[in-house]
Nanobody
Framework: QVQLVESGGGLVQTGGSLRLSCAASGRTLSVYAVGWFRQAPGKERNCVAAISRSGSRTYYADSVKGRFTISRDNAKNTVYLKMNSLKPEDTAVYYC????????????????????????WGQGTQVTVSS
């Protein structure tokens, strides 16, 4: 099991930027695929971005394509989510999650946009975009 801690959330105006960090401890994050999810009040938790353990494959929800960028620095055991051109509808609690799959079966290219596929979750960080 890997422990995940998100940081970097806050209050920002429409059009602003934030960079979220997902720092891992307990195990090396380099063997995990990582996803960023968000949940607004009264809504489901949805994936906004995901990255394979190798970093070679990424996924973005249509609502954030061209504005958000997921990246990872395995030397720092951290995955990032850079968010640009933020909109009020981006307001939510953002969570990072990790899943480890067999490299023999999946190689380094596995990722998922489904929350049920992830085993370990952080506590979340609030992002609020004011209009």
């Amino acid at each position: 099991q890997v422990q995940l801690v998100e940081s970097g959330g806050g209050l920002v105006q429409t059009g602003g930027s934030l960079r979220l960090s997902c720092a891992a401890s307990g195990r090396t994050l380099s063997v995990y695929a990582v996803g960023w999810f968000r949940q607004a009040p009264g809504k489901e938790r949805n994936c906004v971005a995901a990255i394979s353990r190798s970093g070679s494959r990424t996924y973005y929800a249509d609502s954030v394509k061209g504005r958000f960028t997921i990246s990872r620095d395995n030397a720092k055991n951290t995955v990032y989510l850079k968010m640009n051109s933020l909109k009020p509808e981006d307001t939510a609690v953002y969570y990072c999650a990790a899943v480890r799959k067999s490299e023999l079966l999946f190689g380094g290219t596995y990722y998922s946009s489904e929350s049920r596929d992830y085993d370990d979750w952080g506590q979340g960080t609030q992002v609020t975009v004011s209009s």
